[in-house]
């Protein structure tokens, strides 16, 4: 099976899109860490809370390089943090992470980032959704998601719109 570590973006957003169930159907097991629990749980006016217990395929799972998280800490929030220390240790196959300091540390680390447009590209091309441009205009539009034109029509040609 495989395993991926989580940051809270992600999930946020494909929450929003009303489109979480594509992540075990691309990716098995979503590991986040306490952090990003927190941050899930706690939600804000947007997006809303999220209900964890209602999502059977996130283990919530605390990293154990505590100078790691210290490191990291210097540079990234503590769910970005928390996130990547914790993929050092299980070495998942992706992080999905959004942020760009967040993935130019990921990669630093030897991690392979992938942020949520990755994912829709990947829903898309495995036929989890049927188009792309929509969701990305909801995700700027109603969650201020930041894309730029450029990266914009690379998802959309990589997605093949």
């Keep these: 099976m495989t395993v991926v570590v989580s940051d809270t973006s992600p999930i946020v957003c494909l929450a929003h899109l009303e489109l979480l169930e594509v992540l075990p159907r691309l990716f098995g097991a979503v590991l986040i860490p306490p952090a990003v629990a927190n941050e ?3 939600g804000s006016d947007r997006p809303p809370k ?3 217990a209602a ?3 996130v283990e919530i799972r605390a990293p154990s390089d505590r100078d790691l998280l210290q490191r990291l800490l210097a540079r990234l929030d ?3 943090a928390e996130a990547l220390a914790l993929a050092v240790e299980v070495k998942p196959d992706v992080v999905l992470i ?3 300091t967040g993935r130019t540390v990921a990669s630093e680390l030897g991690l392979l980032p992938l942020g949520v447009l990755g994912v829709l590209i990947r829903a898309k091309r495995r036929g ?3 188009t792309v441009a929509p969701l990305l205009t909801r995700l700027v539009e109603e969650l201020d ?3 730029s034109a450029d990266v914009a029509r690379q998802v959309l040609n990589l997605s093949g719109e």
Excluded: K, N, W, Y
């Design 78 to 80: 503590v769910g970005e």
């Design 145 to 147: 998601f930041r894309i």
């Design 55 to 57: 999502l059977p395929f």
């Design 50 to 52: 999220i209900d964890l």
């Design 40 to 42: 899930l749980r706690a």
């Design 98 to 100: 959004d942020e760009r």
């Design 128 to 130: 989890l959704v049927s």
